[in-house]
Structures are given as structure tokens and as C-alpha cells.
């Protein structure tokens, strides 16, 4: 059974930085390539970042040159490093696979990026 626990939300400031966590359990990693993905409220949810396993990223048009994906397959992680955030940035951020697999839906953490 496969868990997705996402973690290091909070509260920032525009202009800010946060780094996501994503903690899996079971063997994914070796072979699904892992996407960060958002719901602002309101909205549908959209991915903003994959890495698939040998390492190539790819990002969205709006978050690009700001957040950067990685992964470390060693600990089952996946990590978010999100600079200059803005206030659209603001949503719940949950990983997954890349595609998505409706069943690996954690909770998320949420992101609030506010003055």
C-alpha cells in the first residue's frame, strides 16, 4: 500500500520561499516518475512540476524559473523549493505520481502566501 504524506506548507510573505516534502511509502519511486500538484480554492487542480526517475524536470509556464522539483530516491522523498512566491501561488499542494493515480491522493499542505 502506498502513502503520500506532503508536508512544510505554511504562511509566507510574497517574495518568499517554502520547500515541500513529500514522504512516500512503498517502492514508487524506482518506477513512476512524481509530479507536484495544486488546488487553489475554487479551481481545478493542476500540475506544476514532474521528475521522472532519471532525474529530467519539467515545470509549468507560471511557476517557471521560481520553483524547482527534486527528488531523492534513496528516501523516498520528493521536494518543491518554491522562491518568489506569489500570492497566486496560494492553494493545497499534494504529490503524486506523474500521471496521477487517483488512489495516491494524500491530504496536501497548504500554502498561503500573503502580506
Known amino acids: 500500500q502506498v502513502q503520500l504524506v506532503e508536508s512544510g506548507g505554511g504562511l509566507v510573505q510574497p517574495g518568499g520561499s517554502l520547500r515541500l516534502s513529500c514522504a512516500a511509502s512503498?517502492?514508487?519511486?524506482?518506477?513512476?516518475?512524481m509530479g507536484w500538484y495544486r488546488q487553489a480554492p475554487g479551481k481545478q487542480r493542476e500540475l506544476v512540476a514532474r521528475?521522472?526517475?532519471?532525474?529530467?524536470?519539467g515545470v509549468a509556464v507560471s511557476v517557471r524559473g521560481r520553483f524547482t522539483i527534486s527528488r531523492d530516491n534513496a528516501k523516498n522523498a520528493v521536494y518543491l523549493q518554491m522562491n518568489s512566491l506569489k500570492p497566486e501561488d496560494t492553494a493545497v499542494y499534494y504529490c503524486?505520481?506523474?500521471?496521477?493515480?487517483?488512489?495516491?491522493w494524500g491530504q496536501g499542505t497548504q500554502v498561503t502566501v500573503s502580506s
Open positions: 512503498g517502492s514508487i519511486f524506482s518506477i513512476y516518475a
Open positions: 503524486n505520481t506523474g500521471p496521477a493515480i487517483a488512489k495516491y
Open positions: 521528475i521522472v526517475g532519471g532525474g529530467s524536470t
